[in-house]
């Protein structure tokens, strides 16, 4: 009790809330509001707004600010970020009152083994990169080795940090763990802009427009004219690290998520549900995977052929690996779209009840699947209009026009699809609050008849945990399907498919300058909602 009255004393006495009879959840709900919030809101927006400035600063302008400057800024936040996490590991270990509940649905399984792959391959990155630049020693920054080496060792204090400790809803300095988990965020945000920034730099370089070339974003050539590298694995290292931005780019976005529900979650109180066991039956599903492991492989296939096809100088070549990147996608889109709607007519005929309690998880989950999606509306809302205004000469064309409309109706469909079956109470709490009725009934009637009643329907609900019925097999199908769908749109843009520049209609209709923005803002977004629809999918795949 005197925890409760050291979080709210700042704002009412709890003495004087018990006494006019409210319930105790008032006091919680006024431990959320208070100068923490705000003052935490302020940093966080701070940094951010001045990561962003250094950040663009450094992408387009190599003189005044360079990527020097870029990460000394970020080896400060880093650092700083370090510290804290640490001082917050030992404080919470000393004190046995700092936290007393845990938030359950913090930390699902989907996020803890992404945050750890991803964390895995982000320190391979770093260690590719110390290789790279330790060859450019003499002659560059010592600072380009230093920040990897800071990253890395941000990986190993993050991810063990995120993982004892993002169920937590602390009790004590909960202003001062309000700044701390926000400064984590904007860190987080700051270096995925970083990440993303450098990877667009490296997938793209402006024209010379004042010669006669084609207005098209050609692949960034990043080998130094003036500063060679004092080993031969130079070039393949680069390569390597480049490769690996996609999970470095995920796994900052996973923390930042992490971040935000434990700023949500300080001075909550909880009660731990009860917890379900679920079990995966790869044999009740089949059709689902099946299909989408076909699409996968062919994905990849169509992808790997595009790759080489399109970095020829031959055009019939760059066209017909335009022509096989557009009927892939079509394909794949529109399948989902299928898929998806059989999912919402199973919606329609089923009756579980939609959750009512607050979750900031579920919450976040939801606002991250809208907003990210918007990035990807935004690009093919641009190429209709643009498509459209030019007339659609040209299979290319016609294909292209298709692949935007086709996504934006995919896009809606699963948005619905995901927020739906995130917000339906679990087929097993319906199950047993079936079970629970029948309980109850047992113990009312005591007639040979009811017993035997009794005994069949809580045979049936308990058999029915192991066979599931027909709706909830075909929303796990749906579900499977379009998880592996999704995975197969993330790997594409992710490691380097740009049709958006390798087909000029949409440069020609509104320069290079303006499509260039619209895609290298929207596409980020785009690749991040594919892997967290991937996330959310199996989150529903598990209540299903």
């Known amino acids: 009790m005197d925890n ?59 003189v005044a600010i360079t990527a020097v400057h870029r990460q000394i800024f970020l080896i400060i936040l880093l650092l700083l970020t370090m510290l804290w996490m640490l001082f917050y590991t030992v404080d919470t270990s000393r004190r046995d009152q700092a936290v007393l509940f845990k938030d359950s649905h913090a930390r699902p399984v989907w996020l803890a083994a992404g945050l750890l792959l991803f964390g895995i391959l982000s320190l391979l990155m770093d260690i590719f990169k110390i290789a790279t630049y330790v060859g450019y020693l003499h002659c560059d920054s010592a600072v380009k080795v230093a920040f990897p080496v800071v990253q890395a060792v941000f990986l190993f204090v993050q991810t063990y940090f995120l993982w004892v400790h993002a169920k937590d809803c602390v009790q004590l300095h909960t202003n001062f763990t309000r700044c701390g988990l926000t400064l984590t965020l904007s860190t987080n945000l700051v270096v995925w802009m970083a990440a993303v920034t450098e990877e667009s730099i490296h997938q793209t370089e402006i024209p010379e427009l004042n010669v006669n070339v084609s207005h098209k974003m050609y692949r960034a050539s990043y080998s130094e004219k003036k500063c060679q590298c004092s080993h031969s694995a130079c ?5 390597a690290f480049y490769y690996l931005y996609p999970f470095n780019i995920e796994y ?24 379900h066991s679920v079990k995966l039956s790869p044999k009740d599903v089949c059709l689902g995977p099946a299909m989408g492991i076909l699409l996968v492989v062919g994905g990849l296939v169509t992808f790997i052929l595009y790759e080489v096809d399109i970095l020829k100088e031959d055009e019939n070549n760059r066209n017909k690996a335009l022509l096989i990147h557009f009927i892939t996608n079509i394909v794949i889109v529109s399948l989902m779209c299928l898929s998806t709607v059989i999912g919402c007519i199973v919606y329609r005929l089923d009756h579980r009840e939609h959750v009512s309690e607050k979750n900031p998880s579920r919450s976040l989950d939801v606002g991250l699947l809208v907003g990210a999606s918007m990035g990807q509306f935004i690009i093919s809302y641009f190429t209709i209009v643009a498509v459209v205004a030019t007339g659609a000469r040209g299979y290319l064309n016609t294909l292209n026009l298709s692949w935007a409309v086709l996504t934006v109706l995919q896009l809606g469909l699963q948005n619905y699809f995901i927020i739906e079956g995130l917000n339906r109470e679990p087929f097993h709490v319906m199950q047993e609050a079936a079970l629970h009725t029948n309980a109850h ?101 598990l209540m299903s």
């Open 4 to 62: 409760i009255q050291h979080l709210s004393s700042p704002f009412s006495n709890v003495e004087s809330v018990r006494a006019s009879g409210h319930h105790m959840e008032a006091v919680i709900e006024r431990a959320h509001h208070g100068g923490g919030w705000l003052l935490s809101g302020i940093i966080c927006i701070n940094i951010l707004i001045l990561g962003c400035a250094l950040v663009s600063g450094s992408a387009f302008n190599s």
């Open 235 to 239: 070039d393949t290292f680069k390569e």
């Open 441 to 541: 009934a047992f113990q009312e009637h005591t007639e040979m008849s009811a017993v035997v009643e009794c005994n069949k329907s809580s045979y049936s609900l308990t058999s029915s945990l192991d066979k599931p019925s027909w709706k909830r097999r075909v929303l796990k199908e749906v579900c499977a399907f379009l998880l592996f769908a999704n995975i197969i749109l993330w790997i594409m843009p992710a490691f380097g498919a740009r049709p958006q520049f390798d087909h000029p209609i949409e440069i020609k209709f509104y320069k290079f300058t303006m499509w260039a923005a619209i895609v290298n803002i929207g596409l980020p977004f785009g690749i991040f909602y594919r892997m967290h629809s991937v996330a959310s999918l199996f989150e529903v795949y």
């Open 252 to 275: 900052s976005l996973f923390a930042s998520a992490m971040a935000y529900i434990m700023w949500k979650n300080v001075g909550r109180l909880v009660e731990d549900p009860k917890h």
